[in-house]
């Protein structure tokens, strides 16, 4: 498979909803799935969604295991997430830095619930419904809202908070969050 182009903000294809997969368990979800995976990894994501690699279906996987962009944060299982659906679990909403592999070097302070549920189902069309909070739950949220055509600056309520990496963590090397 491949290593595919990210799509940056101002394309098209991330500012519409992307469809629902129809069909599990297939060779080209497969594909697509690993060429996403393969896309992350290259990239030190700690998620990505399918319209950003130019497929406009409701398809995200994330993960974080010893990356270097986010050394300080729990570790979160890889999860295919096809059709997901959040659940907010409280009112309680948190402020953190967010980046984006379709915003190269630039970060906001994002608000997002703490504590959600989501649900959907992974590639052979199983079930998956699980509760989280902190950056697990911040992740989930940042990817599927790719999946309805929003990225992240559209839910800051600060812009003053936003801007490129090296201008606001000039002594910084590598961003926790």
Not at 68 to 89: D, S
Not at 147 to 165: A, V
Request: proline residues 8%; contains cysteine.
């Amino acid at each position: 498979m491949a290593v595919r182009e990210i799509l940056r903000m101002g394309h098209p294809l991330l500012k519409a909803v992307a469809k629902p997969v129809q069909e599990f368990n297939t060779p080209e979800l497969q594909a697509l799935i690993t060429d996403m995976r393969e896309t992350m990894l290259a990239n030190f994501g700690a998620g990505l969604a399918a319209p950003q690699i130019g497929v406009s279906l409701r398809v995200v996987i994330f993960a974080i295991q010893q990356n270097p962009r986010y050394p300080e944060v729990e570790a979160i299982p890889e999860t295919i997430l096809i059709n997901p659906e959040i659940i907010p679990q409280a009112d309680s909403v948190e402020t953190g830095w967010e980046g984006c592999l379709s915003l190269p070097g630039l970060r906001g302070v994002v608000p997002r619930y703490q504590h959600i549920r989501y649900r959907g189902f992974d590639m052979q069309g199983a079930p998956i419904d699980r509760i989280v909070t902190e950056f697990h739950a911040r992740v989930v949220q940042h990817e599927v809202d790719h999946l309805d055509g929003i990225l992240y600056p559209q839910r800051m309520t600060d812009m003053s908070q936003f801007g490129f990496e090296q201008a606001l963590f000039p002594l910084r090397e590598e961003l926790t969050v």
